[in-house]
C-alpha cells in the first residue's frame, strides 16, 4: 500500500541550473607579497593571475560568459577588485578566513554559483 501511495504522488527532483548571466562567481585573489615569489620556471606566483585572470584571457572570457564575476582581493584586509590587473601584490598576511566572510557579505542575497579562491 506505501509503494502504490509512493508511486501516485510522484516525487520529483527539482534542481537548479546555472542560467548564463545570471549567476554571480566570486573570485577571491590573494594580494600580499608572497605571491610575487619565484615559483615554477622562475616565474612570480601572481603571473598567473597577470595571465588567466584578466579581461580578453581565454580563462576570464570563458567564465564571463557563464557568470557576472566579482572580484575580491584580499591579504590581510579584503576588498572588492575593480581590475585584477592592477593589484600591487604589496600585502602583509593572506587572511582567507577575513576574505570569504567579505565575500559571503558582498555576495549575499545574490544567485551564487560558487567561489574561486587564488593563493598560495
Known amino acids: ?55 580578453k584571457s581565454p580563462l576570464f572570457e570563458e567564465l564571463s560568459k557563464r557568470f557576472v564575476l566579482r572580484p575580491i582581493r584580499f591579504s590581510s584586509s579584503a576588498d572588492r577588485a575593480a581590475n585584477l590587473a592592477d593589484l600591487q601584490y604589496a600585502g602583509t598576511a593572506s587572511r582567507i578566513g577575513p576574505a570569504l566572510e567579505r565575500a559571503r557579505d558582498e555576495l549575499s542575497g545574490l544567485p551564487l554559483a560558487g567561489l574561486v579562491l587564488v593563493s598560495d
Do not use: E, H, Y
Open 1 to 55: 500500500m506505501a509503494v502504490l501511495l509512493f508511486c501516485l504522488l510522484r516525487p520529483l527532483l527539482v534542481l537548479k541550473a546555472a542560467v548564463p548571466q545570471q549567476n554571480f562567481l566570486g573570485v577571491l585573489v590573494d594580494d600580499s607579497r608572497s605571491m610575487t615569489i619565484a615559483d615554477k620556471d622562475g616565474k612570480p606566483r601572481s603571473d598567473f593571475v597577470r595571465q588567466q585572470l584578466i579581461p
